[in-house]
C-alpha cells in the first residue's frame, strides 16, 4: 500500500479505513464481532494503516472493537478516535460539548477502551459552539504534551475556526464529507488546507454506498440504516443522482474498473495528502476499495469527471436539518 503524510508527519496508508458502520448507521451487521474483527486484521494485512473510530459511534462499542481488532499490531496501525458529543448517565447522546473537562473524560475513556497508551489522531468530532475553538485546541495541546494524544485534527470545522485552531495547535488532519458527490469542500476548505499544511481525510468517499453503483433508486433502507432519514437518498433524489453514478460508471467501464474504485481514484488525484476513508464490513470490498490506490486515473479521465460532475446538481441536502445545524460555517 503506498503511503501519504497528513500535516506536519504523519504517515498513513494512502487509503484508510472508516470503522463507524461495523457498529451503527447501515443496518444489521452481516456477522458476529469475530467477522468484524478479521475484517479488520484483513485490512491490516494488505496494507491498511489508519483506522478511524469515535467514542460516539454505538456509543462506545466501535472502540471497543477497534481496540480489540487491532491490539496485536498496534505497532503497525494509526488510530483516530473523536471527542465532542454529550452523553447522559445511560450512554444517549444529548448534544455537542467540548468543554476542556468534556475533553478530558472522553480522552481517558477512549484510552481504555481501545487499549492503547495514546491516541495517534484525536479530531473534534463536531464544533461546539459554547466553547472557544482556542480552549479547545489548547486543551489538546496538553494532552500532547502529557502523552496521551500524538495529532490533533477537526471534523466539519469551517475555515475561520481551522484558522484559530491551527494557531494554538498545528491541526494535523481536518475530517469532513468530500466526494464526487460532494465537493463543497474545494471552494474554501482546500485552498486553505494547502495553505497551512493540513491534511484532508474525507468521509463518505463513495456518498454512503451511493458511488459504488450497487444503491438503487427503488432500494428500501432499514429503520436503522441513517440513508432512510437522509434527504438525499429518497427515491426522487436518487433518481436525480444516479447522473453520478453513471459517470463513474462510463470511466470505470473504460478502465476496467469499478464506479466506487473510479471515485476512490479520483479522491487521491486531487491532492496527495488527501487521505479518504471508506468503510466496509465486507473483506472483498476492502479489496476493491484498496484497489483504487493502484487505479491511475490520465488526464482526459479526470478532466471528464472534474467537469461533468460540476455540472451535475445533486439533490437533497446531506443531513437532516438538526444535523445539518452541527456542521461549522
Known amino acids: 500500500m503506498k503511503k501519504r503524510t497528513l500535516g506536519n508527519g504523519l504517515e498513513v496508508s494512502a487509503v484508510g479505513f472508516g470503522c463507524m458502520g ?32 469515535a467514542e460516539v459511534y454505538g456509543p462506545f462499542v466501535n472502540e471497543e472493537l477497534v481496540g480489540e481488532a487491532l491490539a496485536p499490531v498496534r505497532d503497525q496501525v494509526v488510530i483516530a478516535t473523536k ?23 472522553a480522552v481517558d475513556g477512549s484510552l481504555r477502551r481501545l487499549g492503547i497508551e495514546s491516541i495517534d489522531l484525536l479530531y473534534q468530532h463536531r464544533v461546539d459552539p459554547q466553547t472557544p475553538i482556542e480552549d479547545v485546541a489548547g486543551t489538546v495541546k496538553e494532552l500532547i504534551a502529557a502523552g496521551k494524544v500524538k495529532h490533533f485534527g477537526l471534523s466539519e470545522a469551517g475555515v475561520t475556526t481551522i484558522r484559530r485552531a491551527h494557531a494554538v495547535q498545528p491541526v494535523t488532519a481536518l475530517q469532513s464529507e468530500y466526494s464526487l458527490f460532494w465537493r463543497e469542500p474545494e471552494a474554501e476548505i482546500i485552498p486553505v488546507l494547502q495553505e497551512l499544511g493540513i491534511g484532508l481525510v474525507p468521509f463518505s468517499p463513495l456518498g454512503r454506498g ?5 444503491v438503487s433508486a427503488t432500494q428500501d433502507f432499514g429503520p436503522d440504516d441513517i440513508r432512510s432519514g437522509l434527504p438525499r437518498f429518497t427515491p426522487e433524489a436518487r433518481q ?30 486531487r491532492k496527495p495528502w488527501i487521505v479518504p476513508i471508506p468503510g466496509t464490513r465486507r473483506l472483498g470490498r476492502l479489496e476493491e476499495n484498496l484497489g483504487a490506490a493502484d487505479l491511475t486515473l490520465t488526464p482526459d479521465d479526470l478532466t471528464e469527471l472534474d467537469e461533468a460532475s460540476a455540472r451535475i446538481q445533486v439533490q437533497g441536502e446531506r443531513y437532516p436539518a438538526a444535523m445539518q445545524a452541527m456542521i461549522d460555517r
Open 22 to 53: 461495523m457498529s451503527q448507521s447501515f443496518g444489521p451487521n452481516p456477522g458476529d464481532r469475530q467477522d468484524m474483527i478479521s475484517v479488520l486484521r484483513g485490512a491490516v494485512d494488505l496494507g491498511v494503516t489508519l483506522f478511524d473510530t
Open 83 to 105: 471527542f465532542g458529543f454529550a452523553f447522559d448517565e445511560n450512554g444517549r447522546q444529548t448534544g455537542l460539548s467540548s468543554r476542556p473537562e468534556s475533553i478530558r473524560r
Open 210 to 214: 451511493w458511488l459504488t453503483g450497487t
Open 240 to 269: 436525480a443522482n444516479q447522473a453520478v453514478v453513471d459517470l463513474a460508471r462510463r470511466v470505470a467501464d473504460a478502465r476496467g474498473a469499478t464506479p466506487g474504485q473510479v471515485a476512490l481514484a479520483w479522491l487521491l488525484a
